[in-house]
């Protein structure tokens, strides 16, 4: 496979389930990044991990919680979400935070909370 | 206080009706502009970065033009299959890209 994968592409949880997202890379990058997408709302910048090392948490609540264990892979666990959490969620990978050649994403993962 | 705005936030354009649609930033020191095409249930696909006022990049009918304050995309003869949502993306300071809400286009045959 090429490009990133994102698992899975559909996901509908209860307030009170605990699941997991997962992203892998396929690109040799060295950063990845978990975006949320609302409807009428530009993409929001959730996580950034470089080499593996959070570098940037843009104010998300606890109850979104990532991993990464390699440059490769990139996980988003969830717990105790709100209806409001209900949004599409992107990861991507670049070679680096700054790079000058845009980010690489994934399709997404449609979070329904009930 | 919004940095990227993009307008219209829909257009509908019949075949062959050429447009534009609009990126305006406030931020100093750019370091490149992005355009992504966004199709429904798929992750934005990477078009252009542009890096200075006067640059101008081309794919197929779509046209990416800079000035200091904003970008146009300009979309020659579309087709349906152009229909999509155009993001634009911005890097501010140290931080990773910056998107705007998107224009969602609409090409009826």
């Known amino acids: 496979e090429t490009g990133v994968t994102q698992t899975p592409r559909h996901l509908v949880m209860g307030m009170t389930n605990k699941k997991s997202l997962k992203c892998e890379q396929h690109l040799g990058h060295n950063a990845m990044y978990w975006y949320k997408q609302s409807a009428k709302k530009p993409l929001e910048l959730m996580f950034v991990y470089n080499f593996k090392e959070q570098t940037e948490n843009n104010s998300v609540p606890s109850r979104f919680s990532p991993e990464c264990p390699n440059s490769s892979h990139l996980f988003l666990h969830l717990h105790t979400l709100q209806p409001e959490d209900s949004a599409l969620y992107l990861c991507?990978?670049?070679?680096?935070?700054?790079?000058?050649?845009?980010?690489?994403f994934g399709s997404g993962t449609r979070l329904t909370v009930v | 206080e919004d940095q990227v705005t993009q307008s219209p936030e829909a257009l509908r354009l019949q075949e062959g009706e050429s447009s534009s649609l609009n990126c305006s930033y406030t931020?100093?020191?750019?370091?490149?502009l992005f355009w992504y095409r966004q199709d429904p249930g798929k992750g934005p696909e990477f078009l252009f970065t542009?890096?200075?006022a006067g640059e101008e990049k081309e794919k197929e009918r779509l046209k990416a033009t800079l000035t200091k304050k904003e970008s146009f995309l300009h979309i020659t003869a579309p087709k349906p299959e152009d229909s999509a949502t155009y993001l634009c993306?911005?890097?501010?300071?140290?931080?990773?890209?910056?998107f705007g809400k998107g224009t969602r286009l609409s090409v009826i045959a």
């Open positions: 542009l890096y200075s």
């Open positions: 931020v100093s020191g750019l370091r490149g």
């Open positions: 993306a911005v890097p501010l300071g140290n931080t990773p890209l910056v």
């Open positions: 991507a990978s670049s070679q680096d935070p700054r790079t000058d050649y845009g980010y690489t």
